[in-house]
């Protein structure tokens, strides 16, 4: 490889000049990436440029549909029932309208009743379903499109049943055991003979030699068998972020509802039973002191309680008998209560009277109370019988809901006890303080708690003097206190139950407020539930949707204190009066519970003997239809006496007021303060207020107001607003014509009135938002009126055009600010949105005729004729009357009112476009935040107009007039440029913009002239090109672009509109075709290239315009895979989606289902194989790994300079720049390419862009023209046809299959995600991201414009959410995705498969067909290596078979990788467990045998590459069955004994010595398979294997590569380093044969350094290795860069492991090679890598930071070991391994090969005797040992690292006593120390050394002592001398030493050494090296101390003094002892003694 490139190299030095002069030719070479692709298509009009499309309604009309055959006719025009108009029945809440029947209703009323009950009008386009926009391809629909998919077998999930470790997992080759297991005898070559074995079934047609034509046909009607319809389905749906286009029909308008809760009033129940009590519910909100639920009135009486009310009550009606109420709650929050307050019948005393016997009697008292019972119950029915019609106050409590709703969990709920539901707050104490923190509203939600029921217990008296809201509040404020005051209160005790629960979705039998029927409500006797009606805390925007017209009364105080006379138990009477006699009170009044359903009188309830009561009472009144200037509520002041006094009347009216209603005709509400009349009122009294002082009238007080009442109403009639009012009534009266008419205050004539309605259109904006919106359809109703039909005042058109267009902005932005939290992701106000879609109509389709006369209607006969009306009406359209000038009122002199009315009419699209054209600048402003708006209500006039008026038949040129579309091309214009302007401003507003803009013209494609919508199209593209060379930020426009394109691409009937049946036919006047004059351009056709062909498959002026869409599609995509592109990851990403997300709605489409429409849709995508093509080099590179890919293009290079492919790809560079290498921007050139390419690398696609633009061109492949395909490959020149070919090789590798395991592994991320985080992993390495990516990949996160939130890009659905917001997924779930993914790598390869055949039949004549068919055989190769599933083997090995036989060259004479690699691959399929793999692999494997013999007669080739294969399969894979691939070996056999043709030659026995060769080998691995378990042994084995190969360098490589590959696995990397370095050694000796080179490593030796065992390598003699025999050395690792590779793996290894100092060993080696190939690119690298290494080896210098290893003897006994038994090895563990591990991992395995009880530990460390041992067992010794060096070793051995490598000796010791005994007292305890040498250094190719050599010496108890008081003041130093010194540690080490220890502490070891001299002179040298190690401790404890003190903080002084009062005992205690002369300290000692401290024998062994 190495020379190749340096031929390669100096064939450049040699064509500089050439390269000049063909520099030109290339680039005009079409399809060539380096020649700007900006200009780069055949006819020469650059991508920038937009091209005029072709008149679309022209050619329609010059190629009638009928031309194109069967289902393409289809294609041609849209299909004629496009439009239609749907009637849609408004949906209706309530059984009964509800709406008012009386005869007169004014105009208002009239208007809302119709309004209210008007069907939907729906311009409906029959097709829109089918588009993206509106059903988009989402997971869920992809979900139900994979149903029914076959499951494709695959290899790794076959094996998948077996146990494999969980990090194994994911590589298909790793899953380890085998099916069955195979016998374990070591003579199993024997039992398994070749011949006794069963062969696969054989392919019968293999021995026939049948011709290459037929083979060819038959595969291919085979692959094109069974193969799924669509490709997309299989594929993730796109991303929803990118959904620009996507709409959905907006809700119909339906009634506001909060959260619902229903509460149900289940029982009450009071200590004693007396009287009758009703019950009152409303909730009320107390931060927003408001009452938030009108009240809902039960009573749970029995039925003779209820009797004593007879002589008052009329029947009750059901509807009061409800006792469950459903409340709405809009605004949730935790500050609200229900509050239940009871009322009884009024009797005499006051509240605390009447309360007290329900206080003091206890229910379990009654017998003893009997007598008082019985008085309170005659007391009960005679107040019952005589007051019965009044109530007063009784008690009151409340429930906090938030309590109820939050703790709905909890499990005592339902319990009845005493603590369980005291008033809400009791639980609240409970529960502790509430949590303040979190914010009102989200905090609290009352959806979907746990349904709960309580018992209130404690009920509080009211108290007369606090009876109004305001006391209320500050009750429930203080309630939420802890310490609260009503607790200190007596309760009035009972017991109520409630239910509470939310409310379901349609509760059967419920009434409305209005008390109507709710659907569904099955039997009109059932029991109703009332909705109440809610009364919200703030402002809720929502529009009236049906009737409504309630009125509430709210008494709250009277003052009669200053009234003469017995004014004491007051109660208020209120009436709703239609006039002014008593007869006249109208029946409006809702009764409360049992009683009848409307009344005409109320009554509030009697406070006893007081003068100025409050009330807290709520009338609700039905408003009449009609209100009119007599209606008015009367309150009458009635004095109650309780007492029956005779003569005295029950009730006597002591005082009158009252309200009249409507005060200029405008409803009156809000609070009042009357004055009270002592008198009746007299006559005509209702038309004046009580203000008024009425001649001899008397008053309270003087005629101040005594009397405070407060009404609202709720009224859908009424908006309460002084502006609409005006508005509404100014409308009415021109529509009635009723001049003159009374406005206020002043009188509105003909003449005044035009001005009066212009102010109040303007006025408009002063209306507040609330019944702005509720009114809003009303308000766009009128002005859509006004603007359509202009009122004729006296005779005169008033134009109010412009007045109304102004009011419609207005209304739609305060619309649009009140809901701006409603707005869906494009920003549009559902409200409006439905608006448009469902009410608005055109106006006068039902005319109101002057003069009041009801309009005419006309059951319509068809839909599309409008409701009701003459089309001729309104289709006759003045012509005369201006409308440009819209204030110009043209005189109508005499004609007759109805004709100039309708001469007045006009279309409210043309007005709308002619208005917005010309509004000024701050209409224009309003009008542009909400354009969609407008431009929706436009579009759906124009659909009205087209299809009310007939139209749809008229051509699309005559549809509309001709200054409308010029309004619409200025608007357009302008609207494109206020979004090019604004970008940068407000880029929100832009995007919004932007988009309405692009549905408007989408919008228009379906109802105008298309060649002018295009027209349209291009003027804004232009204008945006225009713009975009001085944008400061184009990206942000392009992004605009796109989302606009991509809109337009969303059409329904886009195939129909590119055009797609018409042929591309070239321009008029052609720029002369580039192709034709540079002939050379296509390699395979002798004449020209045929144009036609090249111009569809190019983005070529005919292409973009003929199929106009589908060109700026793909021209957007173009231009963002363009090198230089702004912005690019997030362009790329977009433009890629866009054409993603059509091709889906292609495939999900059932207009194209049938093949030849599939072929012509997929026609309008060709381009996109070029541009793939194009942009190969910038794809993420799937292909894992830098050495995986040699790209196929730059083999196929030609001479052709600037022609190379951009040769690596993205992961060689991503390499090196984790090495550290900079990265020049070209720097991924490959060695072909020349310099002008290397710049042009730009801004790489990040995996998940890439995967899904392959997916597309795969799209393209299956589904175009094969035919098509063919002609234009013929085309191609050789490096085209590389780089296509290149493409498809990624395909394989993008779409390669994960297997089930995979799933489950990357459970809770979907793989775009990772692949995603991989490829920003990757650019932020490369450093690829600028200033300007930067910004690009904020927008990424957020908006494409940097900073503000947007709407859309809400990222709450980012794509890996898009699988599932749960992180794990089913099973079920996970099969799934394993079954899709199965079939799309399934789908993919086949459609590569079938291109490729396409691209072989192409070449097959061609001169450059050798390289093509290399490229070709590459691509086969990878997908037959990746994970297929069977039934692709099938077909790829069919072609494999097919592409040998035609072209047997390839292999045999070609360089040795490719045969190398089949061999490998087939031999991998041969071992498959499935069987038609085997069968069709083991074919393939014999004919390639066959082959080759029959070429060269020999097939030494083919051996020694099957031989060399089988090793490394067997090596690498531990999931591979030996058994399965025993039966491919048999099946070649039996082929080749079968073979007829060859009988005569030796091929027979050629093939039976290969096929017993390989079962040899096979037979080794079975062992291997058996100790698959134990890595020791199977590494052991490997090792051995290994050994075996030394005589053939090759395979003992291979071996090498497969022990260092289950190392790694293994995690022991240290281990793989070893194997790595010993493979470069072993291939540095063979290079050192063949060529003495300076810069190369002399053989082995050179590796000396980095580990002393490397020699071993050096075994290979010359005799045994003869460089140049055929096949031997001549993989690719036997050369420079082989050796490269070996030593950068090495180094990643070492590295990986942490021996850094390694690392900068291998390099050593390294780098003279780099240097001397001038690599400075890999060499800035090393460096890089090597200062990385120096760096963490300072940064870690102590060492504790890397742990290398952990050591143990282990010892085998037994004869159950085999080979094992008696030999002692020394194992290495992870560093940090306990003696507990590794005992239990042997204990275990061992345990479980040779059953229970049978094998057993040793525990200690003694010598180990055999005669003791049950011979039955297996005995394990294990001991935990440590590295030892000698002295003179140490000085060497300086750090860590040196004292952890290259480690030989190991040392362990035993404690014993001479009884036996492991411990005893100091005097009698022994040491034995055991020193071992292995026979190989640590770290090793192995992770376990056999131990060669044992010495043991042994320490006597003084010797013990000594080493353990050396070993003390070690430690003592260590502590004291740390650098930053650790307290902590010292003071653990000082208190060990010094601290007063009891037993064989430093002092007793003392007493017992040194108390008396021994007498035997051998121990004085002991004695007196004791003395001296305790002189050196005390030292050191000094020093310690004095280091101590100066660390401790003041906490710690007395710690520190009672440490050194200790030491100053022990140095006391000592110094006696330390004192005593020894006689005889200097004697020689005689020769005998062994000096055991210096003992020579604890040198290392030399070994």
């Known amino acids: 490889m190495a020379a190749a490139e340096r031929r390669a190299f100096a064939h450049k030095i040699n064509r500089t000049v050439a390269a000049e002069v063909r520099k030109q030719v290339s680039r005009e070479r079409s399809g060539s990436p380096h020649s700007s692709r900006r200009c780069s298509s055949s006819l020469g009009v650059p991508l920038t440029e937009i091209i005029e499309p072709l008149d679309f309604e022209e050619v329609l009309l010059s190629r009638p549909p009928d031309v194109e055959p069967g289902p393409l006719r289809d294609l041609v025009e849209f299909p004629a029932d496009d439009l239609e108009l749907l009637l849609q029945p408004r949906e209706c809440r309530t059984t009964e309208p509800g709406i008012p029947e009386d005869g007169k209703l004014d105009a208002q009323v009239r208007a809302a009743v119709e309004m209210y009950t008007e069907d939907w009008i729906i311009a409906h386009r029959r097709y829109q379903h089918l588009s993206a926009s509106y059903s988009p391809i989402t997971t869920e629909t992809q979900k139900e499109r994979q149903k029914g998919l076959t499951r494709q077998v695959f290899e790794q999930d076959a094996s998948g049943d077996e146990k494999s470790s969980p990090e194994d997992s994911d590589d298909p080759r790793h899953s380890s055991g085998s099916p069955e297991d195979t016998p374990r005898s070591s003579g199993a070559s024997g039992i398994f003979d070749l011949r006794n074995l069963a062969a696969d079934s054989l392919l019968p047609s293999l021995l026939e030699r049948a011709a290459p034509e037929d083979v060819d046909r038959r595969n291919e009607v085979l692959r094109r068998q069974h193969r799924p319809r669509t490709l997309l389905s299989l594929y993730p749906a796109p991303d929803e972020d990118e959904a620009v286009e996507r709409c959905s029909r907006p809700e119909p308008p339906r009634e506001h509802f909060g959260q619902r809760i229903l509460v149900k009033c289940l029982s009450l129940k009071f200590e004693i039973e007396i009287e009758p009590i009703f019950g009152i519910l409303a909730l009320y909100d107390v931060r927003e002191k408001k009452k938030i639920s009108e009240n809902f009135y039960f009573d749970l009486n029995s039925d003779s309680t209820k009797g004593l009310l007879r002589a008052h009550g009329t029947h009750p009606a059901i509807s009061t008998l409800a006792r469950s109420a459903i409340f709405s709650v809009t605004y949730p929050s935790p500050d609200i209560f229900l509050v239940i307050k009871l009322e009884k019948v009024l009797q005499q005393g006051d509240i605390s009277e009447c309360c007290e016997p329900y206080m003091v009697m206890k229910e379990a008292d009654t017998a003893k109370n009997k007598e008082k019972l019985e008085k309170l119950r005659l007391a009960a029915e005679q107040f019952c019988t005589r007051l019965g019609r009044y109530r007063m106050p009784f008690a009151w409590t409340a429930v906090h809901l938030a309590n109820i709703v939050s703790s709905a969990g909890q499990p005592d709920r339902d319990s009845d006890s005493e603590g369980e539901r005291r008033p809400a707050w009791t639980d609240r104490r409970r529960r502790g303080p509430p949590d303040r923190t979190s914010s009102g509203d989200d905090a609290c939600s009352f959806s979907g708690f746990r349904p709960a029921t309580l018992t209130v217990t404690n009920f509080f008296k009211q108290e007369a003097e606090r009876l109004s809201d305001e006391d209320l509040f500050k009750f429930l404020a203080d309630m939420r206190r802890p310490s609260s005051l009503l607790r200190r209160l007596r309760p009035v005790t009972a017991q109520l139950k409630i239910d509470i629960s939310p409310a379901p979705e349609n509760p059967h039998f419920c009434l409305s407020p209005e008390l109507l029927h709710v659907k569904p409500y099955p039997d009109p006797r059932g029991r109703p539930t009332k909705e109440i009606l809610e009364f919200p805390a703030r402002e809720v925007y929502a529009p009236h949707t049906s009737y409504r017209n309630l009125l509430y009364v709210y008494p709250h105080s009277l003052n009669f204190s200053s009234r003469q006379g017995s004014v004491r138990n007051l109660t208020v009477r209120v009436q709703y009066m239609a006039g002014e006699d008593p007869s006249q009170a109208l029946p409006v009044i809702f009764g409360k519970s049992s009683c009848s359903e409307f009344t005409r009188e109320a009554f509030t309830p009697v406070v006893y003997h007081n003068k100025s009561p409050e009330f807290y009472e709520e009338f609700k009144l039905r408003l009449p239809a009609c209100v009119t200037e007599n209606h008015h509520l009367l309150f009458t002041f009635y004095h109650v006496s309780c007492q029956p006094r005779p003569g005295a009347a029950l009730e006597t009216p002591v005082g009158f007021t009252w309200i009249p209603l409507l005060q200029h005709s405008r409803l009156r509400t809000g609070p009042f303060c009357l004055p009270v009349s002592v008198d009746q009122p007299p006559p005509s009294y209702s038309v004046l207020t009580p203000d008024v002082a009425l001649p001899g009238m008397r008053w309270v007080d003087g005629h101040k107001g005594v009397f405070s009442v407060e009404l609202t109403a709720v009224s859908s009639v009424h908006p309460q607003d002084p502006h609409l009012d005006k508005f509404f009534t100014l409308v009415h009266v021109l529509e009635e014509g009723a001049f003159p008419f009374r406005l206020k205050d002043g009188v509105l004539s003909e003449g005044t009135v035009e001005q009066e309605l212009r102010a109040s259109l303007a006025a408009l904006r002063l209306t507040s938002p609330e019944p702005l919106v509720a009114f809003s359809h009303h308000v766009l109703d009128k002005l859509v009126r006004l603007v359509v039909r202009p009122p004729i005042i006296g005779g005169q058109i008033v134009n109010l055009g412009r007045g109304a267009f102004e009011a419609m902005a207005h209304v739609v932005s305060v619309v649009h600010r009140s809901l701006e939290a409603a707005q869906d992701a494009r920003g549009h106000c559902p409200l409006l949105a439905a608006y448009v879609y469902y009410a608005f109509r055109l106006p006068g389709t039902e005319p109101s005729l002057p003069g009041g006369v009801p309009p005419v209607t006309v059951q319509p006969a068809t839909l599309a004729r409008g409701p009701g009306r003459p089309a001729s009406l309104y289709l006759a359209r003045s012509k005369s009357i201006s409308s440009s000038n819209p204030d110009l009122a043209v005189a109508l002199g005499s004609v007759d009112d109805e004709v100039s009315r309708i001469l007045a009419s006009k279309l409210l699209h043309e007005e709308l476009a002619l208005q917005w054209v010309v ?605 399965h691939l025993r039966r491919s070996l048999k099946t070649i056999l039996t082929y080749a004994e079968e073979e007829v043709g060859l009988r005569d030659s030796t091929f027979a026995e050629q093939v039976q010595d290969l096929m017993f060769n390989l079962h040899m080998i096979l037979t080794d691995t079975v062992k291997m ?479």
């Open 1569 to 2047: 398979k058996e100790h698959q378990e134990d890595p020791e042994m199977l590494i052991d084995l490997m090792y051995r294997i290994a050994r075996g190969y030394q005589g053939s360098p090759d395979l003992r490589l291979t071996w090498l590569q497969n022990m260092a590959g289950k190392h790694a696995e293994l995690g022991n990397h240290a281990e793989a380093a070893q194997c790595m370095v010993h493979a470069a050694a072993l291939v540095a000796e063979y290079l050192a044969l063949l060529e003495d080179s300076r810069h190369l490593p002399v053989g082995c030796v050179s590796f000396q350094n980095i580990s002393s065992n490397v020699l071993e390598e050096s075994a290979i003699s010359d005799d045994i290795l003869s460089p140049d025999e055929e096949g031997f050395c001549s993989g690719k690792h036997f050369t420079e860069l082989g050796l490269v590779g070996l030593l950068e793996q090495a180094a990643a290894y070492f590295t990986m492991g942490g021996l850094y100092e390694a690392v900068n060993e291998v390099y050593k080696n390294l780098i003279p090679i780099l240097e001397a190939h001038r690599d400075y690119k890999k060499l800035a690298a090393v460096h890089g890598k090597l200062q990385e290494a120096f760096t963490k080896i300072m940064l870690q210098s102590s060492g504790w930071e890397r742990v290398f290893g952990t050591y143990f003897r282990v010892g085998f006994y037994g004869a159950r070991f085999g080979d094992l038994d008696e030999q002692e090895f020394v194992y290495k563990e992870p560093s940090i391994t306990k003696l507990a591990e590794i005992s239990h991992r042997l204990e275990e395995f061992y345990t479980e090969r040779f059953g229970e009880d049978v094998v057993e530990i040793i525990k200690d460390s003694n010598p180990v005797d055999k005669t003791k041992l049950d011979p039955q067992k297996a005995y394990i010794q294990i001991t935990y040992v440590e590295p030892h060096f000698d002295t003179y070793e140490l000085k060497d051995r300086v750090t860590y690292f040196d004292r952890n490598y290259g480690l030989r000796t190991f040392l362990f010791c035993t404690p014993f006593t001479p009884d036996g005994r492991a411990h005893g007292e100091l005097h009698e305890q022994h040491k034995r120390k055991t020193l071992l040498s292995t026979d190989h250094a640590f770290p090793y190719i192995k992770t376990r050394i056999h131990v060669c050599h044992r010495e043991e010496t042994v320490l006597t108890p003084v010797e013990v002592a000594i080493e353990d008081m050396q070993k003390k003041t070690r430690e003592l130093a260590f502590a004291t001398e740390q650098d930053p010194p650790d307290a902590k540690m010292l003071q653990m080490v000082l208190q060990g030493s010094v601290g007063p220890t009891v037993n064989q502490g430093p002092l007793e070891v003392a007493q017992v050494f040194l108390a008396e001299i021994p007498e035997d002179p051998k121990l004085f040298r002991h004695h007196n090296k004791l003395r001296l190690c305790f002189k050196d401790f005390c030292k050191k404890c000094e020093d310690a101390l004095r280091k101590n003190k100066a660390l401790i903080g003041p906490d710690q002084k007395e710690y520190h003094r009672e440490l050194e009062r200790n030491y100053t005992r022990l140095r006391e205690a000592l110094q006696p002892l330390l004192t005593q002369r020894l006689p005889q300290l200097l004697a020689p000692t005689t020769a005998s003694l062994r000096n055991s401290l210096n003992r020579a024998s604890f040198r290392k062994p030399d070994l």
């Open 919 to 1523: 509004s000024g600048s701050a209409v224009r402003e309003a009008v542009l935040q909400h354009a969609w708006f407008f431009f929706q209500l436009m579009v759906k006039s124009m659909a009205l107009h087209l299809i009310l008026g007939q139209r749809l038949d008229t051509p699309r040129k005559l549809r509309f007039p001709g200054r409308f579309l010029d309004d619409i091309a200025a608007l357009v214009g302008s609207v494109g440029m206020e979004v090019i302007t604004r970008v940068h401003k407000d880029a929100e507003l832009a995007e919004r913009l932007n988009a309405s803009l692009a549905f408007f013209l989408s919008d228009l494609l379906s109802l105008a002239d298309r060649g002018f919508v295009f027209s349209l199209v291009r003027a804004h593209y232009k204008q945006m090109a225009s713009r975009l060379q001085s944008a400061p930020n184009p990206a942000v426009l392009l992004t605009l672009r796109m989302d606009f394109t991509r809109i337009l691409c969303s059409h329904e009937h886009y195939v129909t509109l590119n055009l797609p049946c018409c042929p591309l036919s070239p321009p008029a006047s052609p720029s002369p075709s580039v192709s034709s004059t540079t002939s050379q351009s296509s390699t395979f056709s002798s004449q020209a290239p045929d144009s036609k062909v090249t111009s569809m498959f190019e983005l070529s002026g005919p292409f973009r315009q003929q199929h106009f869409l589908a060109g700026l599609l793909l021209t957007e995509l173009a231009l963002a895979l363009e090198p230089e592109a702004e912005g690019a990851s997030l362009l790329h990403k977009k433009a890629i989606s866009a054409v993603h997300n059509l091709l889906c709605g292609h495939d999900a489409d059932p207009r194209y289902a049938e093949a030849t429409v599939k072929a012509r849709v997929a026609e309008l995508y060709l381009p996109l194989l070029s541009l793939a093509r194009d942009t190969l080099p910038r794809l993420h590179d799937f292909a894992e790994g830098p050495g995986q890919r040699s790209r196929l293009a730059s083999m196929l290079d030609s001479d052709t300079e600037g022609e190379g492919d951009i040769g690596g790809t993205i992961n060689p560079s991503v390499a090196m720049a984790i090495a550290g290498g900079p990265l020049a921007p070209g720097s991924r050139a490959s060695i072909s390419q020349g310099p002008a390419t290397g710049s042009r690398s730009g801004c790489p696609l990040s995996a998940e862009s890439s995967r899904t633009l392959l997916v597309c061109v795969l799209w393209v492949l299956k589904n175009a023209e094969p035919a098509l395909l063919q002609h234009w490959a013929a085309d191609l020149s050789p490096p085209q046809l590389g780089r296509l070919l290149d493409l498809l090789y990624l395909c394989l590798a993008a779409f390669e299959y994960k297997g089930k395991k995979a799933f489950e592994r990357i459970n809770s991320l979907t793989f775009k995600k990772s692949l995603d985080m991989k490829a920003r992993l990757e650019e932020a390495i490369l450093g690829t991201i600028g200033a300007r990516q930067e910004m690009v990949r904020r927008s990424r996160e957020r908006s494409p414009f940097g900073n503000q939130e947007n709407v859309r890009w809400r990222k709450n659905i980012t794509h890996w959410r898009q699988t599932s917001d749960r992180v794990d997924k089913t099973k079920e779930e996970m099969e799934h995705e394993a079954l899709v993914d199965g079939n799309l790598a399934t789908e993919v390869s086949l459609v590569v498969l079938d291109t490729l055949e396409i691209i072989v039949q192409t070449v097959m004549l061609s001169e450059a067909r050798e390289s093509v068919l290399g490229a070709v055989l590459k691509v086969v190769l990878y997908s037959l290596g990746s994970a297929q599933s069977a039934l692709f083997l099938q077909h790829g090995l069919a072609t494999q078979r097919a592409l040998v036989s035609k072209f047997p060259e390839l292999l045999f004479e070609e360089e040795t990788e490719l045969c190398a690699d089949l061999c490998l691959r087939l031999l991998r399929h041969c071992g498959s467990r499935i069987s038609t793999i085997r069968t069709h692999a083991s074919a393939s494997l014999y004919l390639l045998m066959r082959q080759n013999f029959e070429i060269g007669n020999n097939f030494a080739r083919v051996k020694m590459q099957v031989t060399m294969s089988l090793s490394s399969l067997v090596g690498t894979t531990q999931n591979f069955s030996e058994e």
